[in-house]
């Protein structure tokens, strides 16, 4: 939620925070901005509404000298998305410019102090705040601009990672964070800061990830220097090897990410079960788990606390959890859990699911568990995160950068490590039978192949997807573990084609949403060859009785359906606890080729942001 970017070394900046921007669009793009100072000590500030590729168009008829800068790119929070609320802010003197990333929430009240003191405010952004507040405390206290940022952080409430530069001033580059992610990227003569570690592949592979409330301060041929801002004590610098690859971060021949990330998934999930199950498929092998064994043989119930597709990967892992553990589960949307005074002890285990690591509500949420003692396991995709940080232990789900805002390849990825998990803690609590052990295991183990498989039905949709993409409205249906699936697949027709649809479980459809169903009303329901497949059968009567076309996903070889659906697509056939990881990949399909048919920029649909950021 916002991105942004910084260059201090002996190269132009423009380009590289420009590139910066481009590999952080998918945190939001409803303005970019970009601030140069140039040797001679002058600020330059471009900015435009929309995408970075307008900002470029904005820039080129100004100067973009300069070999240190910052720049941002928006998902717009406080203000409407224009040129005046676009990053970055410069103060009323026209000295300091700022980017930041996260929300200021005491800013009204800091706004009303600046004012009393004369000044005035042209956006509407809780970042201008910032910028005024430091510009007011360097020239009242005749300070540095260090000193000046460092002072008016703690006199902020909220969240920000933010990097600041001053005119006249061509060689010090400064940023701080707390609770918003930041990375330094440390080369040869040259420093690059980023939301995440993607501007700086290619550059170096030497990183710092900046604690909460720590500020870096980054000068020309000068060691970099980091305090806390609460004690301006020095801080220890950690300097750790990135393992990303810049392959990683293109679309390898694909017309966009998500076609991408959503054929990667037989290779992702190569990597998400590399060397967590034995050869002879006998057992489940999680460090996280193997290591707190006490927390999860003592454990009484688990909580799954998540936002978004996570929480409908969470779902199907309390299904699993349950079946394979016989502990009670939870599942709760974190940002509900977070202000819903929930009751936990030491004997609870939370588990957090995250694709970004940084989602501000899942944070909010671990650190009140861990307050009320509970035990917090991480699901989480992007290593060095501040989530998997957070975590008393976790699993990471390995599935390389997920570039694409609609998750699918983070969301296979979280439901086959929650199978590891349940089938792991299952063993350790002795609830499960190695028959059922090596049965999932095997199945699992093969899941790589099974979904290279899966993916042959992509023609199949491709031209199925034309005949809906008139709908306005579609219906979701699965029972069971393929009820979190509909929810999935709906969420993924809304948000990349902006349908509406809804998810449900088959059996409820009678008790309401049956009412909508008439010719215009498509279904798509999830009815693999399984323990409810009877029950299922009946709901999809039910549907073509009234009118509405049925797209089926069935099990390979099952022929009966096709005399009641309209259409039906075939998966490998899987363990029942297996099938919404085949299940999903036609859902993905379809709603990509839905959205592509109409026209719809599917790697980064309206409104959306990839990282939530902000409550
Ligand atoms: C949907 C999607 C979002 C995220 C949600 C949580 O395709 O990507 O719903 O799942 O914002 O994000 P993470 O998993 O990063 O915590």
Redesign the pocket.
């Known amino acids: 939620m916002c991105g942004i970017v910084g260059y201090l070394g002996s190269n132009g900046a423009y380009e590289i925070l420009i590139q910066g921007l481009k590999r952080l669009e998918y945190r939001g793009y409803d303005s970019a901005g970009v601030a140069l100072v140039t040797c001679d000590g002058s600020l330059n500030v471009h900015k435009a509404r929309g995408k970075v590729a307008n900002l470029e168009q904005t820039a080129a008829a100004g100067c973009t000298e300069g070999s240190l800068g910052i720049a941002h790119t928006r998902w717009a929070t406080h203000g409407e998305p224009n040129d005046i609320n676009a990053h970055p802010h410069v103060s009323q003197s026209g000295e300091i410019a700022l980017v930041h990333n996260g929300t200021i929430e005491n800013y009204s009240v800091l706004k009303e102090a600046l004012t009393e003191h004369g000044y005035s405010f042209k956006s509407e952004t809780d970042t201008e705040v910032l910028v005024q507040l430091i510009d007011y405390i360097k020239h009242t206290s005749s300070c540095t601009l260090v000193e000046a940022v460092r002072e008016a952080l703690l006199q902020v409430e909220g969240a920000y990672a933010v990097a600041v530069v001053e005119k006249g001033d061509p060689d010090t580059l400064v940023v701080a964070r707390k609770s918003s992610p930041l990375v330094i990227g440390v080369g040869e003569g040259e420093t690059f800061i980023a939301s995440d570690a993607t501007p700086i592949i290619g550059y170096t592979d030497k990183v710092i990830y900046l604690k909460d409330n720590e500020i870096a301060v980054i000068r020309r041929n000068e060691p970099l220097s980091i305090v806390s801002i609460d004690s301006n004590a020095p801080s220890e610098i950690d300097i750790q090897k990135l393992k990303l690859s810049l392959a990683q971060l293109e679309k390898g021949g694909y017309d966009t990410f998500m076609l991408k990330e959503i054929f990667e998934q037989p290779s992702t999930l190569r990597d998400c079960l590399r060397g967590r199950i034995t050869d002879d498929c006998s057992r489940v092998v999680l460090s996280g788990v193997e290591l707190n064994k006490e927390r999860f043989l003592k454990a009484e119930r688990i909580t799954l606390c ?6 409908h990967a969470a779902l199907i892992g309390k299904r699993l959890i349950q079946d394979f553990c016989q502990i009670p589960v939870e599942v709760e949307y974190a940002s509900e859990f977070r202000y819903g005074n929930p009751v936990l002890n030491e004997k609870d285990i939370v588990i957090s ?7 501000a509500d ?1 944070l909010a949420a671990i650190q009140l568990a861990k307050e009320k003692g509970a035990f917090v396991y991480g699901v989480c ?2 290593v060095g995160a501040s ?1 998997p940080r957070a975590t008393d232990s976790g699993t990471y789900i390995h599935v390389g950068p997920e570039i694409g ?4 390849k ?2 296979t990825g ?1 439901v086959t490590v929650l199978t590891l998990f349940a089938l792991a803690v299952g063993q350790l609590r002795g609830a499960i039978d190695a028959d059922t052990v090596r049965e999932v295991a095997t199945a699992l183990k093969a899941m790589p192949e099974i979904i290279e498989e899966t993916l042959k039905c992509d023609p199949e949709v491709q031209t199925l997807s034309r005949i809906f993409t008139y709908a306005h409205n579609f219906l979701y249906l699965g029972r069971g573990y393929n009820y979190p699936t509909a929810l999935e697949g709906a ?2 027709l809304k ?1 990349i084609s902006y349908i509406h649809a809804e998810g449900y479980p088959a059996a409820e459809m009678k008790h309401g949403p049956i009412a909508l169903i008439d010719h215009e009303m498509p279904s798509v329901i999830i009815a693999p060859s399984d323990s409810l497949y009877d029950k299922i059968i009946s709901n999809v009567q039910q549907v073509k009785s009234r009118g509405g076309a049925v797209v089926a996903i069935v099990s390979k070889g099952n022929t009966a359906m096709n005399d009641i659906a309209d259409f039906c697509i075939e998966i490998p056939s899987v363990p029942e606890c297996l099938t919404p990881l085949v299940a999903s990949i036609p859902l993905q399909l379809l709603a990509y080729y839905i959205a592509v048919g109409k026209g719809k920029d599917v790697d980064q649909p309206r409104n ?1 942001a ?3 950021t902000v409550e």
């Open positions: 998540i936002r978004g597709t996570s929480w699911i995250s694709q970004s690591g940084e989602t899942t995709n992007v989530i805002v609609a998750s699918t983070a969301f979280q969420l993924k948000e959306l990839k990282s939530v």
